[in-house]
């Protein structure tokens, strides 16, 4: 049986060609030539898009077959998503790509939704510690009153 399907790494494309006598045979060998042609040296996750558009991970030959199958249903090339198992890189989709730009744009309102998040806290607070008399009732705002820092809510 000749088994072909498409890895995709960012914009690095290439084609996967292997005869082979069994799934278990096509799943060692496409792991072997994703960590040579990409030179991957770190953990990588296979995954491929379903009917329904939802990214699933292939994780063994049993995975690999439910792909191969579907695409073969579809008249079409099975296409695999490379992702570096790394939590900095961004996921791409096999439909739309983020641009680096974008992905830019988003962690930058990220950053200032935090701090405009803090800012809003401290001017509450502010205005709590000025309009209240009793230290007491100070010490309950401050309590509940939660902060944001780095992305997290802090109580």
């Known amino acids: ?24 045979d096509a799943f ?8 040579e042609k990409y030179e991957l040296q770190t953990p990588f996750i296979i995954q491929y898009e379903d009917e329904e558009k939802d990214l699933i991970t ?5 995975d690999l077959e439910e792909a191969y199958n579907q695409a073969e249903t ?9 992702v570096p198992d790394d939590v900095s ?29 803090n800012n809003a806290n401290d001017a509450e607070k502010k205005e709590n510690d000025s309009s209240s008399s009793s230290s007491s ?5 401050d309590q509940a009153m939660p902060k944001i820092c780095g992305g997290k809510i802090i109580r």
């Open 74 to 82: 579809n008249n079409s090339v099975l296409k695999l998503l490379i």
């Open 58 to 62: 292939i994780a063994s030959s049993d």
């Open 137 to 141: 009732d100070d010490e309950e705002n």
């Open 28 to 35: 060692e060998a496409l792991e072997n030539f994703i960590k």
């Open 89 to 117: 890189m961004p996921v791409y989709s096999l439909t739309t790509e983020l641009d680096k730009s974008q992905v830019e744009k988003d962690n930058n309102n990220d950053a200032n939704n935090v701090n405009n998040a």
């Open 1 to 24: 049986m000749s088994f072909k399907a498409k890895t995709i790494l960012k914009n690095d494309i290439r084609v996967f060609k292997k005869d082979i006598n069994s799934m278990g």
